[in-house]
């Protein structure tokens, strides 16, 4: 099951239901189906905490894919993380897998990805919680003003929603 924790893009920043993707992960779980979450656009604090899905109790994935804020619009970069628990994923054995085709890796990705890394040990997160609620808060505080019809997200990522023919 893929799945972006908070809808980025096609929804306009969409926040689950709080007990929408533990459900969802309780049900694949049961059934033995793999649960991926897409943090490309929402992982590295965008929307409040380190990935989207730490808003949640009981939705850890198996498997996390980021990449977007990696690069810090530099470069293309991208990581896919698989947890512990996902043994099945592993081998012990196994080599790790190689850097695969001619632009897989390179310094300049390697520095912004370090340089990206390097910035968010540094920030206080605190002040950054903060700051992103206070957005929040202003956003919102637009709904229903002219033609926003709609604002929605978290931390740092939101989408408004304007009434028809307003763009």
């Given at each position: 099951?893929?799945?972006?924790?908070?809808?980025?893009?096609?929804?306009?920043?969409?926040?689950?239901?709080?007990?929408?993707?533990?459900?969802?992960?309780?049900?694949?779980?049961?059934?033995?189906?793999?649960?991926?979450?897409?943090?490309?656009?929402?992982?590295?604090?965008?929307?409040?905490?380190?990935?989207?899905?730490?808003?949640?109790?009981?939705?850890?994935?198996?498997?996390?894919?980021?990449?977007?804020?990696?690069?810090?619009?530099?470069?293309?970069?991208?990581?896919?993380?698989?947890?512990?628990?996902?043994?099945?994923?592993?081998?012990?054995?196994?080599?790790p897998l190689p850097a695969l085709g001619t632009m897989a890796a390179h310094p300049l990705m390697?520095?912004?990805?370090?340089?990206?890394?390097?910035e968010l040990e540094s920030i206080d997160f605190d002040v950054f919680t903060a700051r992103g609620?206070?957005?929040?808060?202003?956003?919102?505080?637009?709904?229903?003003?002219?033609?926003?019809?709609?604002?929605?997200?978290?931390?740092?990522?939101?989408?408004?929603?304007?009434?028809?023919?307003?763009?």
């Amino acid at each position: 099951m893929l799945i972006e924790p908070v809808n980025g893009t096609t929804g306009g920043a969409f926040v689950p239901r709080e007990s929408y993707l533990r459900l969802v992960s309780e049900i694949c779980r049961s059934r033995g189906v793999l649960v991926i979450h897409d943090e490309v656009l929402t992982g590295l604090w965008r929307t409040g905490t380190p990935l989207a899905s730490h808003h949640w109790d009981g939705c850890a994935p198996d498997i996390v894919i980021l990449s977007k804020g990696l690069g810090a619009g530099c470069t293309g970069v991208g990581v896919v993380r698989v947890a512990r628990t996902a043994r099945w994923l592993r081998h012990e054995a196994a080599d790790p897998l190689p850097a695969l085709g001619t632009m897989a890796a390179h310094p300049l990705m390697a520095a912004a990805w370090l340089g990206v890394l390097d910035e968010l040990e540094s920030i206080d997160f605190d002040v950054f919680t903060a700051r992103g609620h206070r957005l929040g808060q202003a956003l919102k505080s637009l709904n229903g003003v002219g033609p926003v019809r709609d604002v929605r997200g978290l931390g740092f990522l939101y989408g408004v929603e304007l009434a028809p023919g307003m763009l």
